[in-house]
């Protein structure tokens, strides 16, 4: 997570540089208002993964003597299959929608996005897992 850390940090100085060139040459606004927001998003994942990689244990990918293999093994638990993130993304694209068609198509894509989304954070709380 070092070397990652440090290439968002190098690539907030290269996009801090460009907006600053980009913003006195051009002089055009929302182009160098969307560069100075590209710098301050790369600052913070590059200090949030400098930051996070003090307080963990040295990774395979920062060991140059380092094997693939060395980083194998269980990633996680990700869901086999669920069906919210399906309704969470049709009620996305209605939402994004109803800015071009109308602001009344909002209140049809509303419940699709409460549903999937609360949907999608209990889906495991159900059985064993559920609080009394």
Known sequence: MKIQGKMFI?????ILAVAVVYGLWSKEPAGTTA???????????GYYLAFTA????TL??????????????????????SWQPLLLGLGGAFAFASV????????????FILVGLFGWVFEYYRGEN???
């Open 35 to 45: 560069l100075f927001l590209a710098f301050g998003l790369c600052l913070m994942v």
């Open 10 to 14: 190098w690539l907030s100085v290269f």
């Open 100 to 111: 071009a068609i109308g602001w009344w198509l909002m209140y049809f894509s509303a419940p």
């Open 130 to 132: 559920r609080t009394q």
């Open 54 to 57: 003090r307080r963990i244990d």
């Open 60 to 81: 395979a990918q920062d060991n140059k003597e380092a094997d693939v293999a060395d980083e194998a093994g269980e990633l996680g638990f990700f869901s086999p299959h």
